[in-house]
């Protein structure tokens, strides 16, 4: 155990100290003939020191098997079964808990293959999925597209091996770039648009941020869901109970705060460890994926729905019994250090029916925002808060007397919680329904029914709604009072949304203005372009420099900036007046007339809809994939200053787009 708790800490500390993108496999494909129409496809795989690639056909609740799909041209027949250089070893993997096999070193993937009489010449695709960890962490699950071909030559010897490899048909980057753009647009002025499209170097030594993503963010979301956790029926009567439990075992006061002190950090460390897990399981290129993807957020939706009638009272959220009662058997074995981590592990999984569903919220907002190491930071701030009341009762022991006594109150709590959970989940079906075009959420009826959701829980607060297993308030606490004329207020505050007013405070979760079908607050908004040439083609003409919004639908911060920022009159007006804006959604669903395979950094990439043509022209023009992230750029395509990142001051943003606009003028 004391080994397992080392690993998870040593873990979590290599997984901070790293922050560039894991790339440790480099994979190659070459085509070659034995004869005039047998040969051999060769598959080479190039693993850095320390890590490994793993096998093929793993266990279920694993790592990824590694899988490689060849689809050779009409006329090829592949012969046999693909064949490894060297057999993988076979062993247990200590992070998994599996018996696993992998290749530690170089491995060559051979497959035999025959060109059928009266055909010239062979091509092959492979697409390869693979995994790699090392003994500290793994990368996310890649797919990679290779591709060789082999013509057939005059007869040679066994000896004579002819060899084609994919790099005697390479094409520079700026001409895929090109031949893309003409596939898709076929503009008439493509020697324009490809310089458009050219990457670019920016201005200045030194690139300044305006301001990255505050992680602090996701600290407080996490810390405010532990305190609210302390709250429930499932974990409040639990404290009195372990700290007191300290006090008589060790006898010792000094003994009894360094075992609580001890308990206080096995719960973090707990769920640390969980939070990391969801952030290795999913991995940085996933979250933004996983944020907008309709699928993921209508099963977030649901199981949101579920979380907030299980706090509503109709049924309870359990783990298995036999999982705490065996954590619980195992604390009472041992003794000292592992002891205390058992019991922390207990109340983990006896709390999961409370703590489960705010646990589950936290994570899914925590991934959502993009960041790779959200998940982590949001448990880690959880655990903290759920932390810190063991901590302190048992160094003062003397205010468990003034420690509010378990009661009615404990589940009104829950309730308050399951409506908070309603309210959420409308978010996520918000982000599937605008990435997706449905329109079955605009903003009124999004602002509708938040208005009807916090009435209800005011009305709840003041015991004019009861649920069946709640009993009747014959007077209403100063408490409950203040926190429904919060609840009535704030639903007061959304009545102008329906509207059309900006609502500033709540525009991180409310769907965007465009979607408002009746405003009476319209009249401020400029015109925008959703697409890059037509966009530098209209500032071209019109002799003015671009603004462009990377944004995305399942932004969290680029709502914040639309809100704060480009709705106030100052920006506005400098960008209606100077700027021609061009919004490019890098999640937007819809699908090109057909997909498209370009090479990037060495590797093949798909392109399938325009979410994907806007994030690859971020990544390749300007070498960021991150939202909101806005660049201002000349009639050439060149930038006029250093990017701008979420920062909600505005007169910061209106001095940079100032600055860049007496750039251009120069």
């Not at 974990?235 to 001890?262: Q, Y």
């Not at 009435?455 to 409950?480: E, Q, T």
Request: aromatic letters at 12%; charged letters at 20%; a negative charge.
């Amino acid at each position: 155990m004391k080994k397992s708790v080392f690993f998870c800490l040593s873990l979590l500390v290599s997984f901070f100290a790293s922050s560039q993108m894991l790339d440790p496999v480099e994979w190659n494909l070459s085509a070659r003939l034995q004869s005039n129409n047998e040969g051999t496809l060769e598959i080479k795989a190039l693993i850095e020191d320390g890590w490994h690639l793993y096998g093929f056909d793993l266990p279920e609740g694993g790592p990824n098997s590694t899988s490689v799909v060849i689809t050779p041209s009409e006329g090829v027949e592949l012969i046999g079964e693909l064949v490894p250089s060297r057999k993988p070893i076979k062993k247990y993997d200590n992070i998994f808990q599996l018996d696993l096999t992998w290749w530690a070193a170089d491995v060559d993937f051979a497959q035999k293959f025959k060109i059928n009489k009266g055909v010239e010449g062979a091509s092959f695709d492979v697409k390869v999925r693979f995994q790699a960890c090392d003994d500290k962490t793994c990368t996310a699950p890649r797919t990679i597209e290779l591709n060789a071909s082999v013509g057939t030559p005059a007869p040679v010897s066994n000896n004579n091996a002819v060899e084609v490899s994919n790099s005697e048909t390479e094409v520079t980057e700026q001409q895929q770039i090109t031949n893309a753009i003409l596939e898709l647009e076929a503009p008439s002025n493509i020697d324009r648009i490809s310089q458009w499209w050219a990457p670019v170097t920016f201005p200045g030594e030194k690139v300044e941020l305006i301001s990255q993503t505050p992680w602090w963010h996701i600290f407080i979301w996490g810390f405010g869901g532990g305190l609210l956790a302390l709250l429930t029926p499932c974990v409040w009567p639990l404290i009195p109970m372990t700290v007191s439990f300290f006090l008589k075992k060790t006898g010792s006061k000094r003994k009894a705060v360094g075992d609580a002190i001890t308990y206080g950090i096995s719960i973090i460390v707990i769920y640390l460890v969980l939070g990391l897990a969801v952030t290795l399981i999913f991995g940085a290129s996933k979250l933004n994926d996983l944020a907008t993807n309709a699928i993921f957020n209508l099963l977030f939706f649901l199981l949101l729905i579920v979380f907030a009638i299980s706090f509503f009272g109709a049924f309870e959220i359990t783990l298995p019994s036999r999982w705490s009662n065996s954590m619980d058997n195992k604390a009472e074995k041992t003794t000292g250090l592992i002891s205390i981590f058992f019991m922390a592990f207990t109340l983990a999984l006896v709390s999961f029916s409370c703590t489960g569903p705010i646990i589950g919220t936290l994570l899914v907002e925590a991934a959502s925002m993009g960041d790779i190491t959200g998940p982590a930071i949001g448990m880690g701030a959880f655990a903290l808060a759920l932390a810190l009341p063991f901590t302190l009762f048992a160094i003062f022991p003397s205010w468990l007397k003034d420690m509010p006594r378990s009661g009615g109150w404990l589940n009104s709590v829950k309730v308050v919680l399951g409506f908070l959970e309603l309210a959420l989940s409308l978010k996520f079906l918000s982000v599937a329904d605008l990435a997706y075009g449905w329109g079955i959420l605009d903003r009124e009826v999004f602002i509708s029914l938040w208005v009807a959701l916090f009435a209800l829980l005011g009305l709840y607060l003041i015991g004019k709604l009861r649920f069946s297993h709640d009993s009747p308030k014959d007077h209403v606490s100063i408490l409950g009072f203040f926190l429904a004329l919060v609840s009535f207020s704030f639903s007061v505050y959304l009545l102008p949304g329906l509207w059309g007013a900006p609502l500033k405070g709540v525009s991180a979760f409310v769907p965007p203005l465009y979607t408002q079908d009746f405003n009476l607050y319209a009249g401020g908004q400029f015109e925008e372009f959703d697409d890059f040439d037509a966009g530098m083609k209209f500032a071209l003409e019109n002799n003015r420099p671009v603004l462009i919004d990377f944004s995305g639908y399942g932004c969290v911060n680029c709502r914040k900036m639309e809100g704060a920022v480009f709705d106030t009159q100052e920006v506005e007006n400098v960008i209606k007046e100077n700027f021609v804006l061009i919004k490019l959604m890098v999640d937007e669903k819809t699908s090109l007339t057909h997909s498209l395979t370009l090479e990037e950094n060495g590797r093949n990439v798909t392109l399938e809809t325009v979410g994907d043509k806007w994030s690859y022209l971020q990544r390749t023009k300007f070498g960021a994939n991150s939202q909101p992230y806005y660049v201002v750029l000349d009639n050439e395509g060149k930038p006029l200053a250093p990017p701008a990142y979420y920062d909600e001051n505005v007169t910061k943003f209106v001095d940079w787009l100032n600055g860049a606009l007496e750039n251009y003028k120069e």
